[in-house]
């Protein structure tokens, strides 16, 4: 349930932005548009079954440190393009990084992918599950262990209770769970 009201109040925070105005009757129309669209694209948009409210409060509460996580990785990933296309910064070791996925459920690691690839200079280019490991493509693959790092905190973030079974995983993805 509070998923579905983090939705809906994130959509109308959403629109109210858009049309640069939280007067009383935007904010009623973008929760009124919000409520429209979630019911007609509500297979796609929620999960079955509902995440749990505690992971659902959760992502909630963590969405403005990781909007702030993303700010600046995209930051930063525009100032080494930048540099980089300029010449005055050089093409050291561009390559393909590694990133186990350990316990990491589907949950985890499809979103992990895209904010990965939301930063320029870097691209999710694959999900090899049967190896268990994640292949991204940076401009600067010289210290891989900082790229592992850097989205290992994305999933900190993302993955309430990671190393603990969430209900909707395969029952090979709880046996990969160390505390399972």
Sequence with gaps: MILLIGLLLGSTAVFAMMVASF?????VLGFAIAS???WMFRK??????LPPNDLAAHLVIYSPKLAWYL??????GTWIMILTTLGLRPLNKPGIV???LHTHSPFGVGPVGYFITLSPGSFMVDIDWDEGVMLVH????????QVRKDAEKYYKLWEYGRHVPLPWMSPE????????
Excluded at 23 to 27: A, D, H, I
Excluded at 44 to 49: D, E, L, Y
Excluded at 138 to 145: E, K, L, R, Y
Excluded at 173 to 180: C, S, V
């Design 138 to 145: 940076v401009i600067d693959a010289s210290d891989p262990d």
């Design 173 to 180: 993805d709880k046996e990969r769970t160390p505390d399972a």
């Design 71 to 76: 700010f600046v990785d995209i930051m930063k």
């Design 44 to 49: 796609q948009v929620i999960p079955k079954p």
């Design 23 to 27: 007067s009383w009757q935007n904010l």
């Design 98 to 100: 590694r990133i186990p």
């Design 36 to 38: 429209a669209l979630t």
